[in-house]
């Protein structure tokens, strides 16, 4: 599956961005789907996760009760809310599948539990 995710830019503190990552190629509904983040120097964590039905979600600490991850199986494209934004969301950030149907498991969270990857996209949040 080919992943194109967009939506990041620069962003005072507290505000607000919407993350979009398109998929095609395959059954999008068939895949778990991820939001990882990368910020410099740093490792690739995990951020949010949500089942192949948008049935279950899973997110890290750091973001619980601020971010929200949803799908929309129609439009094939899987999204971030991201509010109250604080500078150290800064990152680079990436939405990744694996493959789970049948199962609607929402257990993964280790980069390398994950099979596609998109290209990232860029949040900056200024202080």
């Known amino acids: 599956v080919q992943l194109q995710a967009c939506g990041g830019g620069l962003v005072q503190a507290g505000g607000s961005l919407r993350l979009s990552c398109a998929a095609s190629?395959?059954?999008?509904?068939?895949?778990?789907m991820g939001w990882f983040r990368q910020a410099p120097g740093k490792e690739r964590e995990f951020v949010a996760g949500i089942s192949r039905s948008g049935g279950s979600t899973n997110y890290a600490d750091s973001v619980k009760a601020r971010f929200t991850i949803s799908r929309d199986n129609a439009k094939n494209t899987v999204y971030l809310q991201m509010n109250s934004l604080k500078p150290e969301d800064t990152a680079v950030y990436y939405c990744?599948?694996?493959?789970?149907?049948?199962?609607?498991?929402?257990?993964?969270?280790?980069?390398?539990?994950?099979?596609?990857w998109g290209q990232g996209t860029l949040v900056t949040v200024s202080s």
């Open positions: 190629g395959r059954t999008f509904s068939n895949y778990a």
């Open positions: 990744a599948a694996v493959f789970t149907f049948p199962s609607d498991s929402n257990r993964f969270r280790a980069p390398n539990e994950y099979t596609w």
